[in-house]
């Protein structure tokens, strides 16, 4: 079987997968992060949405073996050390972007990768275009809207976080 | 026999502004976890040794008798610990809530495309999956009935067709000034709740059995399982921490998954995880009924319905499932907000080989809304009226025109003062005129604007379902713990009744702990269904809180000098005169007492009764109310469109929570909205379902909400019935809001040419442009 060395939250991993392996299954089974979910096993949820090398990724789209020698973040390597929340995070707590929280972990992890790739600004219509690869049956994707739009500035170190 | 637990007079009852922690917009109890990935659902728990997971085998024909099932290849797969067919189930074959109907492997008879069949439990579920597919399974295929027009022509029924009136219908008709005829499609719709679903069994000592299961109704799950062990209620206990969505597609659909794993466990001693994916999911559960109403009106000049009759033909599936009560909803909501004078409403409930359908959030009463809403549309274009004002012409009276087709008065009507209110706020009036302006000068770009209104009864249809029990206990240290029988997923039901503990001790809401609802600690409950779970819960909450409450008061009371009433709690105090003692203080001086911190407490809904036969009675506790604007814009050559603006008015009661009560009502439109446009089940002339996976059925994605999307609570809602805190249910109200989005596409359509129009739902833009077309006479 195929060995696969990556980078996970910061921490170095190296695991045995079959090359069939997807890397949602090396995480949650292998690693134990269920933080990342699989909503639809077929590409089109985003809820198992991480960052490889610092894009956002739905990894039930990518084998484990592509992300060999790569650098992953998963939704529970987005907090401080100290338990503070990203500001993402936050904002989605803040803003009620949730109910059932299934799909709010790719929610989030595509959230910051758009606002990452908007440094000059973004627009309300910008994030409902990016954020279309996300599906939330619960919300109504309103507060998502508004907790993306509210991360921004902190995020880009616009107004101090609190 | 109800007993009611000791609640303290009515007078007590505090409207919000006196309210500390409920009625405030407290953030989702576990918001925290969720955003950091800490959650667990149940595919998220740490995996107990030995785990096994199960696949299930699907059947491929609609409808066929089996005449070969031999799994003895699968059994001798590799990593193979079980394989189990009707023949293994030591108890009863079958999960049906209701009535039977439902087997739990398909014994000799397949009746729908992905009916269950058998299961295997292996180390992996890629061996389970290959071993179940080298099983020999040979069929007969037999004719299948597939829609509602067949199986109405068959008379192919899963329960007696029902009828409700009130006055003479066809009198009516008959006398009335103007008379229109129409039929309207109203399509199903899939769940696609995030999280699929799961179950995981574990087995304990004495062969008891453990089952997580992502259900509403775990009661059921716990009956049904014992049912299919031939084990006793209390040999298995089923838990559920938290749903990632339901929507009614875990109220009864959960069990199967339940039964299936624990029944592997059973068999083979070892834990046995069950879950689906997403493809299997969609082809194996219920969905909401699909409809075919026909109706026939009666009405003045001015638009008032003098008479009317329904037929309403809901698509139950293979099993009668929950259909009963969900095609009787359909009839109790065939009047909306409007009084019909002289009605009468004929259910069929047909009988199909396809999935048993099941609860979807309305549980059949969006599907007779949307059959009286398309009768006003149609009586106001035959006059030439705005259909605003036909509406209104028809809603129900405050002191006359009151009484619904079921007999039950309506006494807390406050729809005309929210249309009113609605109208003016979204500028109804004027954008109308705006729209006429542009659509003359547009000719192929057309907008539509449409508001309806929503009045949805509350409680469950089902009288003794009406119940709720909880069990809280006081720690010495203040803490508290609290269950109850609603489970979560997502609709922030815990936040909810943890705010009513807190409020009922005058304690932080960070000092209550509600934790995973379990048979165990609170026996014999509803489903967290429709849209009762805080009402039922909350009170049941209030009612043990008070129990514990008082027995505290009545220890400090005394070592004060002062009456037991006089004792106010807030703060995180108590509170009498000069007295003052912290609430965890009291605890330990209650505790010291020798008197007890732990009680349970029961709800009873009150008032509520109903003739099944007669269909009469007053089955609701009270009505929820709200309405919604939609605008549109539609491309009349390709039928594509998209929502311009939404802005939507409703009525919360006294809003136990407001934050999480507008993301109900955001989340409720974009659902119903998705069901009437966008969101397509196709199934082939052999009865599979084609559209299995988020690839083929099209549910809103951000890009379909609308960017201007402006909701509100109703400031004046107040339930006039004691409900909690006299806020009022907000679970499926909401959904029906979604109609305003399929009436402004009929408006659209409408502007191209002349009369009534005939659109089916899912308005998907297919339909959209055959009805452009059909107008346009091209
Ligand atoms: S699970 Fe990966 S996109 Fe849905
Ligand atoms: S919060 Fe439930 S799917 Fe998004």
């Known amino acids: 079987m195929p060995q696969v060395t990556l980078t996970v939250n910061g921490k170095t991993a190296s695991v045995e997968v079959e090359g069939r392996t997807l890397l949602v299954e090396l995480l949650r089974d292998k690693l134990g992060l269920t933080g990342t979910h699989v909503g639809c096993d077929t590409s089109q949820c985003g809820a198992c949405v991480v960052h490889v090398d610092g894009k956002a990724v739905k990894s039930c789209t990518m084998l484990a073996v592509q992300a060999n020698g790569a650098a992953v973040t998963t939704i529970e390597g987005l907090a401080a050390a100290d338990g503070t929340l990203h500001p993402m995070q936050e904002a989605f707590r803040e803003n009620h972007a949730l109910q059932c929280g299934f799909c709010t972990p790719g929610m989030v992890m595509s959230a910051i990768d758009i606002v990452a790739t908007h440094p000059d600004g973004l627009s309300e219509a910008e994030i409902r275009h990016c954020l279309e690869g996300n599906l939330c049956r619960c919300t109504g994707y309103h507060n998502i809207v508004k907790a993306v739009s509210a991360a921004w500035p902190v995020m880009h170190g616009k107004v101090a976080a609190e | ?778």
Not at chain 2, 340 to 369: E, Y
Not at chain 2, 566 to 586: T, W
Request: glycine share 8%.
């Open chain 2, 1 to 778: 026999m109800n007993v009611i637990a000791p609640i303290t007079p009515d007078s007590e009852i505090l409207h919000p502004r006196g309210l500390r922690v409920a009625g405030h917009s407290a953030a989702q109890d576990s918001a925290r976890k969720q955003v950091a990935g800490e959650a667990l659902y149940i595919d998220d728990m740490p995996e107990p040794r030995d785990l096994l997971h199960a696949y299930i085998r699907l059947s491929d024909h609609a409808h066929a008798r089996i005449v070969k099932l031999d799994v003895s290849a699968a059994a001798a797969s590799l990593g193979v610990a079980a394989v189990l067919t009707a023949r293994d189930v030591p108890g009863v074959n079958d999960v049906g809530p209701a009535f039977p109907g439902d087997p739990i492997f398909a014994d000799g008879l397949v009746e729908y495309a992905g009916q269950s069949v058998f299961a295997v439990a292996a180390d992996s579920i890629a061996l389970a999956r290959q071993a179940a597919m080298r099983a020999v399974l040979e069929y007969e295929p037999l004719p299948p009935v597939l829609t509602i027009r067949e199986a109405l022509a068959q008379q192919f029924f899963v329960l007696p067709s029902q009828k409700m009136q009130r006055g003479d219908a066809a009198a009516a008709l008959a006398a009335a000034p103007q008379r229109l005829q129409g039929r309207i499609v109203v399509g199903g719709q899939e769940h696609f709740y995030l999280e699929g679903q799961i179950a995981m069994a574990v087995p304990g000592e004495d062969h008891d059995i453990k089952v997580y299961s992502s259900t509403q109704h775990p009661t059921e799950v716990q009956h049904l399982v014992a049912r299919a062990l031939a084990v006793p209620d209390h040999a298995v206990i089923c838990e559920t921490r938290r749903m990632g969505g339901a929507f009614g597609g875990k109220e009864s659909q959960a069990s199967l998954y339940a039964a299936i794993a624990a029944l592997l466990a059973a068999k083979t001693g070892r834990p046995v995880k069950l879950r689906l994916d997403r493809d299997d999911d969609m082809k194996l559960t219920g969905k909401r009924h699909d409809f075919e109403i026909e109706w026939d009106v009666g009405f003045d000049a001015t638009g008032r319905i003098t008479g009317i009759a329904f037929m309403l033909a809901g698509n139950c599936g293979m099993s009668p499932d929950l259909s009963g009560a969900i095609n009787d909803r359909a009839m109790f909501h065939s009047d909306n907000a409007y009084y019909l004078d002289a009605v009468s409403i004929v259910s069929h409930r047909c009988k199909t080989h396809t999935v048993s359908n099941t609860a979807f959030r309305g549980f059949g009463g969006p599907q007779g809304m949307v059959g009286i809403e398309a009768v006003m549309d149609a009586i106001a274009r035959h006059l030439k009226r705005d259909p605003l004002q036909v509406r209104r012409r028809n809603f129900y009276g405050k002191r006359d025109r009151n009484i619904t087709p079921y007999h039950m008065t309506v006494e807390d009507n406050v729809i005309p003062e929210i249309v009113a209110e609605l109208a003016r706020t979204s500028e109804y009036a004027k954008r109308r005129q705006e729209i006429a302006a542009f659509n003359a000068g547009s000719p192929w770009v057309k907008r539509g604007l449409a508001l309806t209104p929503v009045k949805f009864g509350i409680s469950f249809t089902l009288t003794r379902m009406n119940q709720a029990g909880a069990l809280l206990h006081v720690y010495t240290d203040g803490s508290v713990m609290l269950n109850h029988g609603g489970t979560e997923m997502g609709q922030g039901l815990f936040t909810k009744v943890a705010q009513v503990a807190a409020e009922e001790f005058g304690i932080d809401l960070d000092r209550v702990k509600i934790t995973a609802t379990t048979t165990e600690k609170v026996p014999n409950t509803s489903p967290t269904a429709a849209s009762s779970g805080s009402d039922l819960n909350g009170k049941a909450a209030q009612a043990a809180a008070r129990i514990i409450r008082e027995r505290i008061a009545k220890v400090i009371a005394k070592q004060w000098g002062v009456a037991a009433g006089d004792i106010v709690f807030r703060d995180g105090e108590l509170r009498c005169g000069p007295h003052a003692m912290r609430f965890s203080e009291a605890a330990k001086h209650t505790h010291a007492a020798r008197v007890s911190l732990s009680s349970t407490g029961y709800y009873a809904t009150p008032k509520i009764h109903y003739d099944t036969k007669l269909h009469q009675g007053r089955p609701f506790y009270y009505f929820a109310y709200g309405a919604s604007v939609s605008e549109v814009e539609v491309d009349t050559l390709t039928g594509e469109y998209r929502l311009r603006r939404v802005d939507i008015l409703h009525d919360a009661g006294a809003s136990l929570n407001p934050a999480l009560d507008l993301g109900q009502i955001e989340g409720g439109y974009v659902q119903g909205m998705g069901w009437l446009t966008t969101e397509e089940l196709w199934w082939d002339a052999q009865g599979r379902l084609r559209t299995h996976a988020p690839s083929t059925y099209k549910i809103p994605a951000v890009g379909d909400v609308p960017q201007d999307f402006r909701v509100a609570l109703w400031k004046r809602g107040r339930n006039r019935e004691n409900a909690i805190y006299r806020s009022k249910a907000v679970g499926e109200p909401p959904l029906m809001h979604g109609i305003s989005a399929f009436q402004a596409l009929v408006d659209a359509v409408a502007s191209c040419g002349e009369g009534v129009v005939q659109l089916d739902a899912p308005a998907t833009p297919e339909r959209v442009l055959m009805a452009i077309a059909a107008r346009r006479g091209g």
